[in-house]
């Protein structure tokens, strides 16, 4: 069945770091792509979103690039910042049905 | 910006009592859901809703949960008897349309604690 593997968390960065967040996927097909952000104490927040193969989503600074040769869906970010501390979960809708499948998160730390 | 409320926010409850968790879905989504995330781990689907009737479930919606729109603006999750494994935080969803490629917001989870 499909699936979404998240790098391991967490990851702690200094400010202004650069930021990688890998996501691969296993999927019928060419679902659309997803990345959800998840701050402390609080629901999950659509982060941004591909919806075919070679899209690239982008929101606050964020990007990730819809690889279908390589199934990846990578998070980036130039230059993090102590706000962007959150959890952060790839997800995928499978074919054919209405729920998502959402990877494991990766916990993202920036100090200050 | 329109967003999916959720009540309480945090619940505690015995084992074996019944518990009805509410959502108020953006106003025009058709779509809605529930997901659950234990302490730590994944968020899981447990049920997609639509047209007033179950559109999906997963294996962890057993006959113990039960989902219902009893008006035209809330949706409920109701757990029967909980037990402490269903202690967690779960997650409402609505979407404006169903399947792959709608995109799903989530309200800010009510958090359920079983002891």
């Known amino acids: 069945g499909d699936s979404v593997t998240q790098m391991e968390g967490p990851v702690t960065l200094s400010e202004e770091a650069f930021l990688t967040i890998n996501c691969t996927y296993t999927a019928t097909g060419y679902p659309s792509l997803f990345w959800y952000v998840q701050y402390p104490g609080e629901g999950l927040q659509l982060l941004l979103k591909a919806t075919k193969a070679d899209d690239k989503g982008s929101n606050k600074g964020f990007e990730a690039t819809y690889r279908k040769e390589t199934t990846s869906f990578h998070l980036e970010k130039g230059s993090v910042q102590v706000s962007d501390s959150a959890v952060y979960f790839c997800a995928l809708p499978p074919a054919g049905t209405y729920k998502y499948i959402f990877g494991t998160g990766t916990r993202l730390k920036v100090l200050a | 910006e329109p967003e999916v409320t959720q009540t309480p926010s945090h619940q505690v409850t015995q084992m074996g009592q019944e518990v009805i968790l509410r959502c108020v879905p953006i106003?025009?989504?058709?779509?809605f859901y529930w997901y659950r995330q234990i302490l730590g781990q994944k968020v899981e689907f447990l049920v997609s809703f639509y047209n007033n009737e179950i559109s999906e479930k997963s294996e962890i919606f057993d006959d113990q949960f039960s989902v219902e729109r009893p008006d035209g603006s809330n949706f409920t999750l109701k757990i029967r008897s909980t037990k402490l494994e269903d202690s967690a935080m779960y997650f409402c969803a609505s979407s404006l349309g169903g399947g792959a490629g709608n995109t799903i917001y989530f309200g800010e989870g009510s958090w359920l604690t079983v002891v």
């Open positions: 106003s025009n989504h058709l779509y």
